[in-house]
């Protein structure tokens, strides 16, 4: 298997919405997906430059550390690999893959002795916390934002690394969650909400 680069944790441009596809997975990526998990080893490098960086803030979301979160996706991809036989549905390949960076995630944060506090979403701005030049408000105004993520359920949390960080499309997370387009903006929305009934997160200020 490739060794697999990681993309750095930045916030990318906006990505278009596009219309939902039966099964959630158009055909050139069902082409790909199927084929790497027959055992074409390029089609299975396409799998990983495609989804390497949606693992990738799948992980940091949930072990806050650039290195930690970097051998998650070396550890999912392997396993990938090594399964792929396995794997029939190239349809649930994405919500696959999520499922096993989320375990091995979880296998890191209960092996550590303490577990860190949580620093999310360190690289989602807000535009809208504070006037221009006003930076000491902006960065009060973000820290408070982080805390606040990190006491949400990780489904929530996911879903909105996904949505505002990496800035994928509502057809493109319904993949890899393995949700329906309805559970998805429910749980954006039931998310959104509560962070906005939080003291100092109102809705003018998200």
Known sequence: MPFVTTPSLTSPPPVPERPAVPG???SAERIMVTAALAGDDEAFETVIRTYSRRVYVVAYAMVQ?????EDIVQETF????????KLREPEKFPAWLLTVTRNAAR????????????EAFDTMADHRAATPGSALEKEEHQAHLRRALATLPEEH????????LEGL??????????????????????ALGTLRRMPGLERNSL
């Open 157 to 164: 949390r996911t879903a909105l690394t996904l949505r505002y």
């Open 65 to 69: 550390d650039v290195s930690e979160a």
């Open 169 to 190: 499309d509502y057809r493109a997370i319904e993949t890899t969650m393995g949700l329906s387009n309805g559970a998805l903006r429910g749980i954006l929305g039931r």
């Open 107 to 118: 296998d890191r944060l209960r092996r550590r002795r303490p577990q860190a506090e949580p």
């Open 78 to 85: 392997l396993k990938a690999h090594h399964q792929r036989a």
């Open 24 to 26: 959630g997975m158009d």
